[in-house]
Structure formats: structure tokens, C-alpha cells
């Protein structure tokens, strides 16, 4: 790989997906609308569109080529069909990134658990359906539809020091400010990864000769109330927990919701161990 288009590389993990790329010595271009600044400076190129219209794109990328393009910004089957209209004949692979959403609740599910290959494809807009659906649908599109390898990496809930969504954030503060946190159920368990391990896969996958789905997840699992026990002793406060949902609560889940990751490392990637890097994490959010 010696070129790269990347989608959604200003923030979060894809901010660390461009670092790894340029720490490869891969040419980047940065596709983005330009409303929001990037810490890259003159390491790399920006290519100024919008993802989500088809002659946005279209006219931002004629006479342009790369070896692989990355999209963080793929949410139904009609954000797809840009991509395969827009990129197809001008990429030699497509990577993008898709979530542990299209499996329904379950235990250490395997890419099996939801067939893109076979599922009912509708060409639908992410505004029209849910994300679960939506990320099925673009999933559905690309294994049925398109010509070019493609790679859709499943992940959990994203964690890291620059999450913008500030769902661990959440937790934290509530504890610190003592205000009662709703959970369903603390014997659910849910995997997560880390920024950083999400864009270093990222790079990695792109330079293999894998295509098709496969989840990426640091090692290991944390039950609800055991990552309440950790904010505790992290914050040093008392976790005050209600079964009634008064308010938002991003990890409330019903039952476990984790994948297993088995498939990626059997193509040879090493994973963290959640458990190596949460507890500094939450005490980093804690100050």
C-alpha cells in the first residue's frame, strides 16, 4: 500500500488510522468537508466533499486513484452504492469500518452470526432505519453487489482518551457528582477496543490478503458491575445504581453483547488485553 484515500480521519480512531499510514510512509488524503481542524499539518493532502452526496464525491475523486481507501462514514446500503458509483476502478480495496450492532445479544459471536452474503438487501438511507439495520445493509451491499475486495471490520463500543461520544465519560461523572446510574442488568457483559487498536487494525487488515467481515475486539470482557466497581475505586466515590431507566445510560444493555475475535487472529493480528489498559483509562477520565 503506498496510497490511501481515508473517510473520517479527523477525529476518534481515525486519527489514529492516519498516523499509522503515515508512520508506514503510505501517502495520505484526507476526504473531508474542511469543518473541522486535524493535528497533520502538511503530512498530508484533504480532499474537500461531502460523503453523503453522490456529485460531491464524484467530482472530488475524478482522475484520482489510490490503493486503498478507508471509510469511517458507511451507515446504509445508500451510502455504499456513492462508494461503488464514485470509487469503483479507482481503488484496488476498500476497508470500512462496521460495528459488533449487526449481531443481535449474544455470547463471543463469530462473523457467521450475520451473513451479509445471504441477507435481504433494501437500498435504504441511514436516516430511514436503524444504525443495527443500516450497517446491515451497507455490509449487504458491498458482498453482494460490488466487484472490489472490501473488508468490513466489526467493533464494539470505541474507547480511548479522545472519545468524542463521552459514553465512559458519562459513567464517570455520574459517579463523581453521585447521581444514580440506570443498568438493567450488572451481570451483562460487553468487549470493547481502544482507539489506538482500532486504526493500528485498521492499516494492518489493509495489508493483507484477507476480504469479508471480521470482528476486532481487545481481549477479554467486563460485566456492567464490575466496570461500576472499577469507576468506584477509580473515583473514589459510591456508585448508586437503579433498575428504572430515569435517564440515559449507553452501556444499559439487557443481556451480554460480545464477539469473538478469533478470526483476526488467526490471520495473525495480537490483540491488547482489555483489562491491560480500562483501569488507566477510567483513572485518566477520573481526574
Known amino acids: 500500500m503506498n496510497t490511501a484515500l481515508v473517510f473520517g480521519g479527523t477525529r476518534f480512531f481515525g486519527v489514529n488510522l492516519v498516523e499509522n499510514l503515515l508512520n508506514q510512509g503510505v501517502k495520505v488524503t484526507i476526504a473531508t468537508r474542511q469543518t473541522s481542524e486535524d493535528p497533520f499539518g502538511d503530512k498530508v493532502e484533504r480532499l474537500k466533499l461531502d460523503r453523503f452526496d453522490h456529485s460531491s464525491v464524484e467530482s472530488a475523486v475524478h482522475g484520482r486513484e ?61 436516516q430511514e432505519v436503524s444504525y443495527q439495520e443500516g450497517k446491515r445493509q451497507a455490509e449487504s451491499y458491498f458482498f453482494q453487489k460490488t466487484s472490489f475486495p472490501v473488508v468490513a471490520m466489526r467493533i464494539p463500543i470505541v474507547l480511548g482518551e479522545q ?45 493483507t490478503n484477507f476480504n469479508g467481515p471480521v470482528n476486532v475486539c481487545a481481549n477479554g470482557t467486563i460485566s456492567m458491575g464490575d466496570l461500576m466497581r472499577l469507576i468506584s475505586k477509580k473515583t473514589n466515590a459510591t456508585i448508586n445504581i437503579t433498575t428504572e431507566k430515569l435517564a440515559e445510560s449507553p452501556y444499559g444493555i439487557k443481556e451480554t453483547w460480545t464477539i469473538s475475535n478469533d478470526r483476526a487472529k488467526n490471520l495473525g493480528y495480537n490483540f491488547t488485553n482489555l483489562q491491560d489498559w480500562l483501569p488507566d483509562l477510567v483513572a485518566y477520565l477520573s481526574k
Open 163 to 207: 472519545d468524542y461520544t463521552e459514553r465512559l465519560l458519562h459513567y464517570v461523572l455520574s459517579a463523581k457528582e453521585g447521581k444514580e446510574i440506570y443498568f438493567p442488568n450488572l451481570e451483562a457483559e460487553m468487549c470493547f477496543v481502544h482507539q489506538k487498536e482500532a486504526g493500528d487494525f485498521l492499516a494492518w487488515v489493509a495489508d
Open 66 to 126: 489510490w490503493d486503498v481507501v478507508f471509510d469511517q462514514l458507511c451507515f446504509s446500503s445508500n451510502d455504499a452504492e456513492i462508494i461503488a458509483n464514485t470509487l469503483t476502478g479507482r481503488m484496488k480495496r476498500y476497508v470500512f469500518t462496521s460495528t459488533l450492532s449487526v449481531y443481535d445479544y449474544g455470547e463471543n459471536m463469530a462473523e457467521e452470526k450475520f451473513d451479509p452474503y445471504t441477507y435481504d438487501l433494501k437500498m435504504v438511507d441511514r
